[in-house]
């Protein structure tokens, strides 16, 4: 499952977007570590937060759960999604924030981009958590993805730290610089994503990095985790 959300900072020109599959944080925000076991599960606890804190959010689970009758989002033999799947979070996350800030073009429609079907996939990082060796390919799959052939993409890494990664779109109509905070998810989404921002720097991080943000300081923060991962939410 996955969502978003947004914010206007309160200090400056900038924007948060959480989205969750995930939070952001102000200085007088207040912290999600009071999630209780009780009834409301977790991500439903997770949206009354968002709400109760005037953080406008979109949840992805509706769309996924109707998308998911015609087609395959989500690997069958692994945890994440294919790019189809990525597709529709990506196409709701930038429906939200062109909304937001008009200079930012609103998503592409999904016959603009050609999908490839790899059959017979065997990889999957459920197989080896269930310790099943696939080299006789028992547990075939279509892995359904996208690799953009665009040569107005580029692509550097480690310059705002250890391990990030800067993609600029060198025919951007705008020049924001988004920053998004992902897990493994995010591989999928950065395909489509940078579509639409000047810079669009990823750092691989559950948790938000307030120091990275004030460095980098860009306009547009995308903040995302996985459910299970609620607790790095503060």
């Not at 599960?41 to 109707?66: A, G």
């Not at 559950?206 to 939410?233: C, H, S, T, W």
Request: glycine share 4%; net charge positive; with cysteine.
């Amino acid at each position: 499952s996955s969502r978003i959300t947004t914010h206007q900072h309160n200090e400056n020109r900038k924007k948060w977007f959480c989205f969750k599959k995930r939070k952001r944080n102000n200085g007088n925000s207040k912290r999600i570590r009071n999630i209780k076991k009780e009834n409301i599960k977790r991500i439903d606890q997770f949206y009354i937060f968002l709400n109760n804190n005037n953080i406008p959010n979109c949840d992805h689970r509706e769309t996924l759960l109707k998308q998911k009758k015609n087609d395959q989002l989500y690997l069958k033999n692994d945890s994440h999604w294919n790019a189809k799947g990525a597709y529709y979070a990506y196409y709701n996350i930038i429906n939200l924030i062109s909304k937001e800030d008009r200079s930012i073009s609103p998503p592409l429609g999904i016959d603009v981009f050609h999908l490839q079907k790899l059959q017979n996939y065997l990889g999957g990082d459920l197989l080896p958590i269930l310790g099943i060796d696939n080299s006789m390919g028992l547990f075939n799959d279509n892995y359904i993805r996208y690799r953009p052939s665009r040569n107005h993409f580029k692509k550097s890494k480690d310059i705002y730290g250890k391990g990030n990664l800067l993609i600029e779109n060198l025919e951007c109509e705008n020049e924001k610089t988004a920053v998004f905070f992902g897990d493994s998810y995010s591989k999928e989404l950065l395909n489509f994503l940078p579509l639409h921002f000047r810079n669009t720097i990823f750092i691989p991080n559950i948790r938000l990095d307030m120091k990275q943000v004030k460095a980098i300081d860009p306009d547009i923060i995308v903040y995302g985790i996985v459910e299970r991962n609620l607790e790095n939410f503060e």
